[in-house]
């Protein structure tokens, strides 16, 4: 059975910044579907130029089916330095999934992913290996149908800090809500609103970090048929429905 991937995110922006230090990249090949979460270091113009050259060179190179190993060491060749701390620094989250069913998780310094699978969130082993001095989790693994994932970045869990809550949402309450509102909602636009609402308004919407929730949800593929109209001639508006009803894939 070939597997439909249905992504989305949604991103606040700092308070009183106008661009947003995360970037996602939704992507599709013949026979995959990518999500790539990108979160630059600090926040605003700095940011948003570290996650955005973050992410459109991840999605180029593994469009390209380029290794892991040479992403990484073209992200740390090619990112502008800080100048201020001396580093140049995006953190990311990278998923794709396949039509087969197969997937590919790669994780660097984002929090972790949250998996759910039957309405229970599953944990995803860890299996680091050091690249370009880089602590990078990687995941192979299948999917079915029903399994969601939720790429968020760390302003996620840092909601609520010093506001309604003293250290902020962990990585637990993030993944016991997202849990909750997964068995609410069907598309991965909904998902992704509900978790991002709640950590505004936890921020009492004035977000202390940039915050930004991207989620990937398995579906079966179907066939969906669609009419326009009306017809050219009043008078064939009859037998053009009729026609397109008689047809076994017509809902």
Not at 19 to 30: A, P, Q, R, S
Not at 127 to 134: A, E, G, K, L, P
Not at 146 to 161: E, Q
Request: aromatic letters at 8%.
């Amino acid at each position: 059975m070939e597997i439909k991937a249905d992504m989305a995110y949604k991103s606040l922006n700092k308070n009183e910044e106008e661009l947003c230090g995360d970037k996602v990249e939704i992507l599709h090949t013949d026979n995959s579907h990518i999500l790539i979460l990108a979160d630059g270091m600090g926040s605003g113009v700095k940011a948003n130029i570290l996650a955005t050259m973050t992410s459109k060179i991840l999605g180029t190179m593994f469009l390209r089916g380029i290794p892991l190993e040479e992403c990484v060491e073209t992200i740390a060749e090619t990112l502008p330095v800080c100048r201020v701390r001396q580093m140049a620094y995006a953190t990311f989250s990278i998923l794709q999934v396949y039509d087969d069913g197969t997937a590919y998780l790669v994780e660097f310094d984002n929090p972790g992913c949250i998996f759910i699978r039957d309405g229970e969130i599953m944990k995803i082993p860890e299996q680091f290996r050091m690249i370009d001095n880089r602590r990078i989790n990687e995941y192979h693994f299948k999917v079915k149908l029903g399994d969601a994932f939720v790429l968020i970045s760390d302003g996620a869990i840092n909601a609520g800090v010093g506001e309604l809550l003293n250290f902020g949402w962990n990585w637990d309450s993030v993944a016991k809500y997202a849990q909750r509102e997964y068995k609410k909602t069907i598309s991965a636009m909904h998902l992704a609103a509900a978790i991002s609402q709640a950590c505004d308004d936890l921020y009492q919407y004035r977000p202390g970090d940039d915050t930004t929730v991207a989620v990937l949800r398995i579906g079966e593929k179907k066939l969906v048929n669609l009419m326009t109209g009306p017809a050219q001639c009043q008078e064939d508006d009859e037998g053009m429905v009729t026609d397109f009803m008689a047809d076994e894939n017509a809902v």
